[in-house]
């Protein structure tokens, strides 16, 4: 079945330690986004790709950062986390972008903690 | 910018019975859309339905299925026949552009 993966589903990292989540798709939609969702809140979209188009909300800290090597794959990288990175992490994908009809499609997301 | 406001935290209903979810949002824009993700625990987010701004009539999706007031900026969601598999949390989101903006959540619980 066509669906978007992400692994792992857990992660640990330490304090200040990179850490990279990875995000596929087999959809062959063309907009990746990254969502932070922390406990018992909304999803934060934290930036998309519209193809190889990095898009980057205002409010996210520089330290994300996302790589989008081809249309099947999608990166976030933390450059240094922190207590506050720790969170689950979502990537979603839709065909295109504009218009707000898109449906995006979720992937089980990777809850990332932070020692 | 955008908000979407859900007022309930956590409602709870009996198996078998109808829950209805509030949703508000505010906006300027007159072409949008409404959505309901679930997001069951520890479950992806999957969309449970979709209402474009533009249509009068409700959308329904089987048992799902929701009271779009576009003067009162009101999207609920009306569960009927609530089954076990129904408890998760429920966001309401709006689009309107590539951005997704969700409510805060509501979280169900179906008791049997």
């Known amino acids: 079945d066509a669906m978007v993966i992400q692994n792992p589903r857990y992660q640990v990292t330490q304090f200040g330690k990179p850490v990279t989540l990875s995000c596929s798709q087999t959809?062959?939609?063309?907009?990746m986004y990254w969502y932070q969702q922390k406990s018992s809140q909304a999803p934060k979209l934290l930036f998309h790709?519209?193809?190889?188009?990095?898009?980057n909300e205002a409010d996210t800290p520089d330290n994300f950062q996302s790589r989008r090597p081809n249309t099947s794959f999608c990166f976030l990288d933390i450059r240094s986390p922190g207590l506050g990175d720790a969170a689950m992490y979502l990537c979603a994908t839709s065909r295109v972008r504009g218009g707000g009809q898109e449906t995006q499609y979720f992937g089980p997301g990777t809850r990332l903690l932070v020692l | 910018a955008q908000t979407v406001t859900q007022s309930q935290p956590e409602m709870s209903v009996q198996e078998a019975e109808t829950v209805t979810l509030s949703c508000t949002y505010d906006?300027?824009?007159?072409?949008?859309?409404l959505f309901w993700y679930k997001q069951p625990p520890s479950r992806q987010m999957i969309l449970v339905i979709r209402q474009e701004a533009y249509k009068q009539q409700n959308a329904t999706e089987n048992r799902f299925s929701v009271n779009f007031q576009k003067a009162a900026k009101s999207f609920s969601l009306k569960i009927s026949d609530s089954q076990l598999g129904d408890a998760a949390m429920y966001f309401c989101a709006y689009s309107s552009g590539s951005r997704l903006t969700f409510g805060e959540g509501t979280q169900l619980t179906v008791n049997p």
């Open positions: 906006t300027s824009e007159s072409d949008y859309y």
């Open positions: 790709y519209y193809d190889k188009d990095f898009n």
């Open positions: 959809l062959n939609h063309n907009v």
